[in-house]
């Protein structure tokens, strides 16, 4: 059993044929993750967390603010880009299946999507057998401003959170945990958190983002926390930036993230090479939520 828990980095080639569950314990795999699910066991991974591309179908050009000289920072990457929504669905869906696959019976995963995809998604998984426990809506205190004033702000992104079967095995929820960040005395299933920011954001050489979607660590640690114990094996198979590792590395879980982008891959290993210490205690203002949603006066009851 490995017992460090800092990262070893895996190529992926062809002739790798099977993944043990000691290989991809605390691990960066650079490679198709299509391949690599295909190549994992059966049944190995406690928790898996999904955030796939959202294809936005951004039109081929800059998004110019109005009055403004500057242009909108948009998600326009490479990996965001499909042909059509057929391919953008069988993506999905081989992704997904493979992921199934690999979870035990008594894992769960989350998968966190905007409107652009989140009811096809929603649709596919249910087609795959999965068994839907909650969808958790993340409202944002500090969302990108709708510049162009034709719609309201989109405020908010959606996790999926899934057992991998209706005859699932027992999966764990701390529940205590849940309650404490959750809205309201039920602890209901609405969390409210700013984006990424600041320091915690990656940068590259040049002081640009890394990353157009890197997602907060307060967010990971509530998926986390409420949905694994130590020693646990968590799988990100999209992994970006890692914050699934990260957040999994200093919270005593073991991690696989998979990724193909050699950019990130990079970024990630270097991000791994932090120890952070990471409190427990979900950050909640009380004050920010009411505030936020009593925003022009508006009373919420
Ligand atoms: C929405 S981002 C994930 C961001 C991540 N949660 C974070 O906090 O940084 C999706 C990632 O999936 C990767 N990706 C897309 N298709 C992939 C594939 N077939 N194999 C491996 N990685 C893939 C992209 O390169 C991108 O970094």
Known sequence: ?????????????????????????????????????????ENSVDMVFVDPPY????????????????????????????????DYDDFIQELMT????????????????TYHSLFRIG???????????????????????NWLGVRFTNATENLIWAAKDRNHEKYTFNKDYAKSFGIGKVGANVWVLPICTG????????????????????LLKRVILTSTNENDLILDPVAGTGTTGFVAKALNRRYCMIEFNERYVKGMMKRFEENPIIEKEPKVSEEKTIEYFREKNHKLY
């Not at 951004?58 to 109005?66: D, E």
């Not at 596919?124 to 401003?145: E, S």
């Open 1 to 41: 059993m490995k017992q460090t828990n800092q990262p070893t980095l895996i190529e992926d080639t062809p002739d790798i044929h099977g993944y043990s569950e000691d290989n991809i314990t605390n691990t960066i795999i650079h490679g198709n993750t299509l391949n690599v699910l295909g190549k994992m066991k």
């Open 55 to 86: 294809f936005l179908q951004l039109p081929p050009k800059k998004l110019k603010r109005w009055n403004a000289r500057t242009t909108v920072e948009a998600v326009d990457d490479e990996w965001d880009n499909f042909a059509s929504f057929a």
């Open 98 to 113: 493979k992921v199934q696959r690999v979870m035990k019976p008594s894992a769960t995963v989350w998968l966190i999507s």
């Open 123 to 145: 649709k596919i998984m249910q087609d795959c057998g999965f068994w839907i426990l909650n969808d958790v809506i993340w409202v944002k205190t500090n969302p990108m401003p």
């Open 199 to 218: 320091k915690e954001r990656l940068k590259d050489v040049e002081g640009n983002k890394l990353h157009s979607t890197q997602k907060p660590i307060e």
